[in-house]
């Protein structure tokens, strides 16, 4: 199974009745910073940043992040990918009717790079996504 890092700073500003504007103003964190984090939008965190949540909202830092199991199935990311793919390739298919092949080898580049997380994560075979990808539809 999966495990993700969750942000749930946004359940415990509501605790308190705190919009994220207070928060920005209380710790100096700029309203954007926190708006990602209380969206959980947020790829990175400096760890200053989140030392000044904390210290102001007097918890500890598995208050604010917590790790737990992805809700999404493997199969359902398998599917996921295979329809991002599929966009891909039909877009691919526009641009090549269309005699642009900047924008297909573009395309054909995010296929294959689809590819290679359907091969590194899934151990889908290349050939087997790519034919999987073109026969969809």
């Known amino acids: 199974m999966i495990q993700i890092i969750r942000i749930l700073l946004a359940e415990q500003l509501a605790k308190i009745s705190w919009k994220q504007a207070d ?18 939008q947020a790829n990175q965190i400096r760890f200053v940043h989140l030392d000044q949540i904390c210290a102001v909202l007097d918890c500890d830092v598995g208050k604010i992040l917590v790790r737990e199991a992805e809700s ?14 599929h966009g891909a390739y039909i877009r691919m298919l526009q641009h090549e009717q269309a005699g642009d092949a900047v924008e297909v080898k573009y395309h054909s580049g995010v ?27």
């Open 23 to 40: 928060l920005a103003r209380a710790t100096g964190v700029r309203p954007t910073t926190i708006s990602s984090l209380c969206n959980e």
């Open 72 to 85: 999404t199935t493997r199969e359902e990311r398998i599917s996921t990918l295979f329809a991002l793919a």
């Open 111 to 137: 296929i294959d790079a689809y590819a290679k997380v359907a091969k590194g994560f899934f151990g889908i075979d290349t050939k087997l996504f790519w034919d999987t990808v073109a026969k969809r539809g």
